[in-house]
T-cell receptor, first 114, second 109 residues
Framework: ETGVTQTPRHLVMGMTNKKSLKCEQH?????MYWYKQSAKKPLELMFVYSLEERVENNSVPSRFSPECPNSSHLFLHLHTLQPEDSALYLC?????????????FGPGTRLTVT | TQLLEQSPQFLSIQEGENLTVYCNSS?????LQWYRQEPGEGPVLLVTVVTGGEVKKLKRLTFQFGDARKDSSLHITAAQPGDTGLYLC?????????FGTGTRLQVFP
C-alpha cells in the first residue's frame, strides 16, 4: 500500500466511448503525475501537476484530458481512443516537483481499447 | 533527448544465482533512483544514489553510481523468487526524473 489509489484497475472501452481514470493520494503531496507504460516503451511521462496547476504536457494527444480539482485527486478523461492507446496507466505523487524526490505510484489502470 | 538504457532487457535465472543489471546514459544526473515493479503493481523505490562512486547495500542488493554519474549498476546476490519483477532506473536532472528502459527479471525456484 503506497498511499496512492487508482480506479478502476481494469477498463475495456471501445474507440467511441468516453471514460475517466481516477487517482487519489493520501500522502499530502504537492505534485501528481500521469504515466503511460506499454510493453515496448519505457515509462512515458504524460502530465505533471503541481498544486493543482498543470506544469507539463509531453505532447500528449488531445484525446487524453487531465483534470486536477485539488492536490489529492487527479483524473484522466479519455475519449475516441485508438487501439495503440492500450497500456497500463500509472498515477504517481511526490512531495514536490524536484526530481530528487521519490515518486509514489499507484497500482495502475490496465486499459484495453477495442 | 536524455535516454537511460538498461541491460539486459530480460533475465531468467535459477534461485541462488547472482546477477547484475546495468543502467547507462550519455548524460550526467544529479542523482539516480532504482525502482522495482511487481506484476499488477506500480514501481516502488528501492534506493537513491547521489554521489559519484557511491555504493549502497540493501540486504542482498548492491547499488553503485558511476564515478561520472552517468551510469549505475544493481547487483543481486543469491537471487530468490521474490526478486522477480521489472527493475527500473530513473535519473534526476533539474526538475525531471527520466526512467530507463527496464530490466525484467524472472527467478525460478
Amino acid at each position: 500500500e503506497t498511499g496512492v489509489t487508482q480506479t478502476p484497475r481494469h477498463l475495456v472501452m471501445g474507440m467511441t466511448n468516453k471514460k475517466s481514470l481516477k487517482c487519489e493520494q493520501h500522502l499530502g503531496h504537492n505534485a501528481m503525475y500521469w504515466y503511460k507504460q506499454s510493453a515496448k516503451k519505457p515509462l512515458e511521462l504524460m502530465f505533471v501537476y503541481s498544486l493543482e496547476e498543470r506544469v507539463e504536457n509531453n505532447s500528449v494527444p488531445s484525446r487524453f484530458s487531465p483534470e486536477c480539482p485539488n492536490s489529492s485527486h487527479l483524473f484522466l478523461h479519455l475519449h475516441t481512443l485508438q487501439p495503440e492507446d492500450s497500456a497500463l496507466y500509472l498515477c504517481a505523487s511526490s512531495p514536490g516537483l524536484d526530481g530528487f524526490y521519490e515518486q509514489y505510484f499507484g497500482p495502475g489502470t490496465r486499459l484495453t481499447v477495442t | 533527448t536524455q535516454l537511460l538504457e538498461q541491460s539486459p532487457q530480460f533475465l531468467s535465472i535459477q534461485e541462488g544465482e547472482n546477477l547484475t543489471v546495468y543502467c547507462n546514459s550519455s548524460s550526467v544526473f544529479s542523482s539516480l533512483q532504482w525502482y522495482r515493479q511487481e506484476p499488477g503493481e506500480g514501481p516502488v523505490l528501492l534506493v537513491t544514489v547521489v554521489t559519484g562512486g557511491e555504493v549502497k547495500k540493501l540486504k542482498r542488493l548492491t547499488f553503485q553510481f558511476g564515478d561520472a554519474r552517468k551510469d549505475s549498476s544493481l547487483h543481486i546476490t543469491a537471487a530468490q523468487p521474490g526478486d522477480t519483477g521489472l527493475y527500473l532506473c530513473a535519473g534526476h536532472n533539474t526538475d525531471k526524473l527520466i526512467f530507463g528502459t527496464g530490466t525484467r527479471l524472472q527467478v525460478f525456484p
